[in-house]
């Protein structure tokens, strides 16, 4: 059993930043790759990143690329979405998952879930 837990989500004004955080519990960094979602309301959920279990790589959709960081931290069972230049489409629902199919950023493919954080962009 993986446990997921996000934080970090706010109200940000467009153009600002935000650091969401995935606190991975009974986690063993070569079993999983670690991947962001997001769910805006009347939207499907889509893939914003992912990370690789094997060498830390990561690849991101086009519409957050140059924008959004993720990264991890070994010691502390950690991973994070640094938000930078927020815009209003960015709002929805973060969600931070784990998944065992490589490079994969389909919802279907992931398995444990975190129950969410919301990130709103509005001035």
């Known amino acids: 059993q993986v446990q997921l837990v996000e934080s970090g989500g706010g109200l940000v004004q467009p153009g600002g930043s935000l650091r969401l955080s995935c606190a991975v519990s009974?986690?063993?960094?070569?079993?999983?790759?670690i991947a962001w979602f997001r769910q805006a309301p009347g939207k499907e959920r889509e893939g914003v990143s992912i990370?690789?279990?094997?060498?830390?790589?990561?690849n991101y959709a086009d519409s957050v690329k140059g924008r959004f960081t993720m990264s991890r931290d070994n010691a502390e069972n950690a991973v994070y979405l640094q938000m930078n230049n927020l815009k209003p489409e960015d709002t929805a629902v973060y969600y931070c998952?784990?998944?065992?199919?490589?490079?994969?950023?389909?919802?279907?493919?992931?398995?444990?879930w975190g129950q969410g954080t919301q990130v709103t962009v509005s001035s």
């Open positions: 998952a784990a998944g065992s199919i490589a490079t994969s950023m389909y919802p279907a493919d992931y398995i444990y």
């Open positions: 009974s986690f063993t960094w070569n079993n999983w790759h």
């Open positions: 990370i690789m279990r094997s060498d830390g790589s990561t």
